[in-house]
């Protein structure tokens, strides 16, 4: 994709949604598949899980339920498997076997360029806010050691923090205000999965996904990513050029 050719999705972007600029001071990031190699750790976990309790699965969809939380996820298989919602009791109880398998499967890999983009955006005089449908401590508790100096509480939305969680855009809507207060046109987010996409843009945000998983570059496109990349260390490379153009571009 060419200069010319990214400077018009930026314009056609500003004009969807009535900006005359950009005027970016945050990043907004999503976790699991952007900065952990967490994924395939969290399918496995999730079906296992449901297998013991006898619910029928398929590895593949916990990809496509990627940022909702734990009790959404499973309240969506007890509806389309048993016809009714879980209870808080038995909720309570699956969350902790997912887990508890999580954090015996996750390796605690971290995606190689997330640490160099973080660092980036700090450069950039620009504030990196993280943005997960996550309630796994065994991650948002490393993120300092693996990020350090990137993220503070104050600029962490995870699960515990909404009442909606992905694809509504309250994570999102949130994470604005972590970072200021802001407007959607102050901000850009990376993201990895169609649920989080979905949900940047019901925010109004310009949203750049890494695609990092089995899904395709279509159905990112389709939850309104305006870019798809595949890598961080693809996003690094071209991350200068991007906020320059987000610096630049306007609408008369």
Same mark, same amino acid.
């Given at each position: 994709m060419n200069r010319q050719e990214l400077i018009s999705i930026f314009e056609t972007f500003l004009?969807?949604?009535?900006? %005359?600029?950009?005027?970016? &001071?945050? =990043? *907004?990031f999503d976790m699991d598949g952007v900065l952990y190699d967490s994924m395939p750790a969290h399918a496995k976990s999730w079906k296992q899980t449901m297998d013991e309790i006898g619910i029928n699965n398929s590895p593949e969809e916990f990809y496509l339920h990627e940022g909702r939380t734990g009790e959404s996820t499973i309240n969506i298989l007890f509806q389309r498997e048993l016809g009714r919602k879980a209870s808080k009791e038995e909720i309570e109880k699956i969350y902790a076997r997912k887990t508890e398998?999580?954090?015996?499967?996750?390796?605690?890999? %971290?995606?190689?360029?997330? &640490?160099? =983009? *973080?660092?980036?955006?700090?450069?950039?005089?620009?504030t990196p806010v993280l943005v997960t449908g996550s309630g796994q401590p065994s991650l948002i508790d490393k993120l300092n050691d693996n990020f350090p100096g990137i993220f503070s509480r104050d600029t962490m939305v995870t699960a515990f923090d909404v009442k909606k969680g992905k694809p509504h855009p309250e994570p999102f809507l949130m994470g604005l205000e972590k970072a200021g207060n802001?407007?959607?046109?102050?901000?850009?987010?990376?993201?990895?999965?169609?649920l989080g996409t979905e949900a940047a843009t019901k925010a109004g945000i310009f949203t750049i996904d890494v695609n990092t998983g089995p899904l395709s570059d279509e159905m990112l496109k389709k939850s309104g990513a305006q870019i798809v990349l595949h890598s961080m260390k693809e996003l690094e490379e071209n991350l200068p050029d991007l906020l320059e153009i987000a610096r630049v571009v306007k609408i008369e």
């Open positions: 004009r969807k949604h009535n900006y %005359t600029r950009f005027d970016l &001071k945050a =990043v *907004l398998l999580f954090t015996r499967y996750n390796e605690g890999k %971290t995606i190689p360029g997330a &640490k160099e =983009v *973080l660092e980036l955006v700090k450069r950039k005089g620009l802001l407007k959607p046109n102050q901000a850009i987010v990376i993201e990895n999965a169609p």
